[in-house]
């Protein structure tokens, strides 16, 4: 009896770390997406703060 409760610990231990270590993998995933639209953003950020820089100036006159 023992030999079978050491079999089925052993193999609720693997599929635990299986698990975890496919948590792992998505949440590393995840990370790479995130970071990959910062890039984005911040490559789109850096194309568009300067002109913005330029007009707001007259918008905010012609609000006035």
Not at 30 to 40: E, G, P, W, Y
Not at 53 to 61: D, G, Q, S, W, Y
């Given at each position: ?46 194309e ?11 918008l ?5």
């Amino acid at each position: 009896m023992e030999n079978e409760d050491l079999a089925a610990l052993l193999g609720s231990a693997q599929q635990v770390l299986q698990l975890l270590v496919s948590a792992m993998e998505g949440a590393v995933e995840t990370m790479q997406n995130i970071n990959s639209a910062a890039v984005r953003i911040n490559s789109l950020l850096d194309e568009i703060e300067e002109p913005l820089r330029a007009v707001i100036p007259f918008l905010t006159k012609a609000a006035k």
